[in-house]
């Protein structure tokens, strides 16, 4: 069996419980790491590459959060950061559907999706299965 890795990145206290159980739900088998911050989200990341770990299989990206936004960070991506998650499927899930959000998520290469919060069930296993 597979063993996907999962990063969620989210500052919404319901999102943060809610999504990891979709993710079970779908794949119990799911190792999740939960970041309410990009900040923390962004370091996690980096010292993962330079200690040699697996990037993430999929990364599940909150736009609108303090600090530092879901596209900041994008932007905070080092060129080895890319490298690192090249496979790796960034999805930003917003509650914000907003034209000008979608359009600016096109600039960045490394984004995969822009779907509508919560994480649902049908998504998510319509997304294992590409």
């Excluded at 739900?25 to 200690?51: C, G, H, N």
């Excluded at 080092?78 to 959000?101: C, G, H, P, W, Y």
């Amino acid at each position: 069996m597979t063993v996907r890795k999962y990063v969620l990145i989210d500052d919404d206290d319901v999102i943060a419980i809610l999504n990891p159980a979709v993710i079970h739900r779908v794949d119990p088998a799911a190792q999740i790491e939960v970041f309410r911050s990009s900040m923390d989200a962004l370091m996690y990341l980096s010292t993962l590459r330079k200690q040699g770990g697996a990037a993430p299989d999929y990364i599940f990206l909150d736009i609108n959060m303090p600090l530092m936004n879901g596209f900041e960070l994008l932007s905070s991506l080092s060129a080895e950061d890319e490298v690192f998650l090249q496979n790796t499927k960034v999805i930003i899930l917003s509650s914000s559907m907003d034209k000008r959000d979608i359009e600016k998520s096109k600039q960045f290469k490394i984004i995969s999706d822009f779907s509508s919060k919560p994480l649902s069930i049908p998504y998510l296993t319509e997304l294992l299965s590409k």
